[in-house]
């Protein structure tokens, strides 16, 4: 679904990301973990046509897009959902989730009714709020709105930054269930999220972030059980959704 090569990006003469080469299979849930500036958000940014690469390959469905705008990215079938979440606040639920489907305005009515009405199954409040300003959501409602607004596009590949970031703890269980729920459904997810042991008990594979490179990989199980990874990431500090 999603294979990175060498690829090196960042902002002005800071070099964020270095040489970072990863892999995302289809129906794959992968979570990438790290400290706060390990890079992670720069590196969705990307591969999202947000930041453009200094070097490197990326390519969707084996399909080069390192200089892809982002708009293209997303018809293409890659969405993200933003750190802080990033909803239009004037504008009404519904507004914001149609918001997310235009690329795929020139398709049917119908389907975009569709996918909203899914959209709606998965998120029921979103379906009592719709004529409600984004604005007066709550936190945990805002990100709600955010994936529903990514999933418009009716995406292959569903980047999340930071789901639970900033949300009440009854709220995250929703979204790692929601989580789980797509990646059941057959979703292909690339995961980043502060509570790593939550992001790895959901995910196939992961890779670990440090200064803007990848120093260690494996599947979940095998993350979980690394001594390194438990002491700087999985500590007493990190609450499982189960807690």
Not at 55 to 83: K, W
Not at 105 to 134: D, I, P, S, W
Not at 222 to 231: G, P
Request: hydrophobic share 40%; glycine share 12%; with cysteine.
């Amino acid at each position: 679904m999603l294979r990175i090569a060498n690829l090196e990006a960042g902002y002005g003469s800071l070099r964020v990301i270095k040489g970072v080469s990863l892999h995302v299979s289809p129906g794959e849930v992968v979570a990438i973990i790290g400290p706060n500036g390990a890079g992670k958000t720069t590196l969705l940014a990307t591969i999202a046509g947000l930041i453009e690469p200094r070097t490197g390959e990326i390519s969707l469905q084996g399909r080069r897009i390192e200089q892809a705008p982002p708009e293209q990215i997303v018809a293409l079938g890659c969405s993200l959902v933003p750190e802080g979440r990033q909803v239009f606040g004037p504008l009404t639920v519904k507004e914001n989730l149609l918001l997310g489907g235009y690329v795929r305005r020139r398709e049917r009515a119908n389907g975009a009714e569709q996918t909203l009405e899914g959209v709606y199954r998965l998120f029921g409040v979103l379906r009592e709020r719709q004529r409600q300003l984004a604005a007066t959501l709550s936190g945990g409602e805002q990100q709600m709105l955010a994936i529903g607004r990514a999933l418009m596009a009716r995406p292959r590949l569903l980047m999340m930054d930071e789901p639970s970031l900033g949300i009440a703890p009854r709220v995250v269980q929703t979204i790692f269930r929601t989580i789980t729920e797509l990646r059941d459904a057959g979703m292909t997810i690339l995961l980043i999220e502060q509570n790593a042991r939550s992001a790895l008990r959901i995910a196939d594979r992961g890779y670990v972030l440090e200064t803007g490179q990848i120093v260690c990989e494996g599947s979940a199980r095998e993350l979980l059980d690394n001594r390194d990874v438990q002491r700087a990431y999985l500590g007493k500090d990190y609450r499982t959704i189960d807690e």
